[in-house]
């Protein structure tokens, strides 16, 4: 399994970004697939997930009503459009999947299946 993440860059607070990220390797029925971030000095931790079929969907507390996770089946893409972007969201942003229910992956990063390579946001105020 490959999770391909991209889309990450500088950007003023206030602004928007879109991350995506190309999943292959296998087929991801009964998966979700989401995103986690790193900022420098802590611990990564969950920002939204969404499940490969049906795509229900699930975010953190703190990117609710900010940030969109989509999918494009056919494409075997997963996004995340991130508005209204603060200083604070500033981490690095890892792709991942698992087949653990979406709703429990707010937990945290543990036993997660697939990891992919991160891509850096920095927000400046």
């Known amino acids: 399994v490959q999770l391909q993440a991209s889309g990450g860059g500088l950007v003023q607070a206030g602004g928007s970004l879109r991350l995506s990220c190309a999943a292959s390797?296998?087929?991801?029925?009964?998966?979700?697939l989401g995103w986690f971030r790193q900022a420098p000095g802590k611990e990564r931790e969950f920002v939204a997930a969404?499940?490969?079929?049906?795509?229900?969907?699930s975010y953190a507390d703190s990117v609710k009503g900010r940030f969109t996770i989509s999918r494009d089946n056919a494409k075997n893409t997963v996004y995340l459009q991130m508005n209204s972007l603060k200083p604070e969201d500033t981490a690095v942003y890892f792709c991942?999947?698992?087949?653990?229910?979406?709703?429990?992956?707010?937990?945290?990063?543990?036993?997660?299946?697939?990891w992919g390579r991160g891509t850096l946001v920095t927000v400046s105020s």
């Open positions: 991942a999947a698992d087949t653990k229910d979406y709703t429990a992956w707010s937990k945290g990063p543990s036993g997660i299946d697939y």
């Open positions: 390797g296998r087929t991801f029925r009964g998966y979700a």
């Open positions: 969404i499940t490969w079929v049906g795509g229900s969907t």
